[in-house]
């Protein structure tokens, strides 16, 4: 089994910054793809951002040039540096894992940003 604890939610005002974190634990092999997806209150899950284990990225176009995905596999893991934030960034937050096929969830922190 393998677990996902994502924390660094809260909240923040527009403009304001926000790091995310996402731990994981159990039978984690090396090669992987590491996500964040959100959802906003009434919508769907969507994509944020990717990272697989040999470093490639992919952003969802409403976050290029603000957020930044990375991953410490030293650590097993990821974050998702958020800066610029906007009130429509407001959602929950959810790591997701990748691998052999099988996708892995966290619980999700909540991201609130208001003034």
Do not use: H
């Not at 996402?22 to 769907?44: D, H, V």
């Not at 958020?82 to 929950?92: I, R, W």
């Amino acid at each position: 089994q393998l677990q996902l604890v994502e924390s660094g939610g809260g909240l923040v005002q527009p403009g304001g910054s926000l790091r995310l974190s996402c731990a994981a634990a159990g039978m984690l092999f090396s090669i992987n793809t590491m996500g964040w997806y959100r959802q906003a209150p009434g919508k769907e899950r969507e994509l944020v951002a990717t990272i697989t284990s040999g470093g490639s990225t992919n952003y969802a176009d409403s976050v290029k040039g603000r957020f930044t995905i990375s991953r410490d596999d030293a650590k097993n893991t990821m974050y998702l540096q958020m800066n610029s934030l906007k009130p429509e960034d407001t959602a929950v937050y959810y790591c997701s894992l990748k691998q052999f096929g099988v996708n892995y969830w966290g619980k999700g922190t909540l991201v609130t940003v208001s003034s």
